[in-house]
């Protein structure tokens, strides 16, 4: 049962989906279609994704205003603490968007990895498509030269990991001196995930940089759609 759910209302939708976009707009190529199916899934995900860039915000207004409550309360302990459930009750935030957000793509990366792993060519693709969805005939895999269910390739696993390894360094902002942590975070990090893509079908480094600069769009927008807020410090 669980199988058949899994193949009616999760595999042959995208399947379907990312045939239908390969046909059309991304004029028979599987890799265009892959971006493209990537862009409308983070365009469909786009209430969540500005919720949680909100609330990233708020996470680092609450941070700015604990370290300013430490300060000027560092010598009254009761008074801290009611601050602090203050600044906590204000500024509510709630995990759910970006965990629901982050499963959908996660799911759409198993079945994208299913879809290569089994094959998209022959018998087998006529009996997943829709009767509105026409034979593509023979799938075209090849993107720049490179072949997107092929595993092992470097460059593009590469590609991947040195945007993230560049979006960490940005986020964190040019520092002097980094903390231990943050800096193994810095370099172990993308080296991960090199190696996962590299060992992975090149479709799933298409689908995390597409997602990546999608998701650096968003952050840009959220810096103007909710500003920093000033916090005023207390005076005990």
Known sequence: MI???????????LFN???????????NNLGWAVIWLTIFLRIFLL?????SERNRHKQKNVEEEAKKTVQAFRDDSVAMKEEFRRIVKKNKISPWAKVLALGIQILVIVLLYQVFVQGINGERVVKILYPFIDFPGNINVIFYGFNVGATKVASWAFLAAAYLFVAIFLEHGIKKTWSKPD???LFLFPLATFAVLWYLPMVKSLFILTTMIFSTIIALLGKIIFPREKIVEKVK
Do not use: K
Not at 3 to 13: G, S
Not at 19 to 27: F, L, N, W
Not at 47 to 51: A, M
């Open 3 to 13: 199988a058949d759910i899994w193949f009616t209302f999760l595999f042959q939708p």
């Open 17 to 27: 989906a990312l045939i239908y976009i390969y046909s059309t707009i991304a004029d």
């Open 47 to 51: 209430p969540l994704s500005f919720i």
């Open 183 to 185: 800096a193994i975070f």
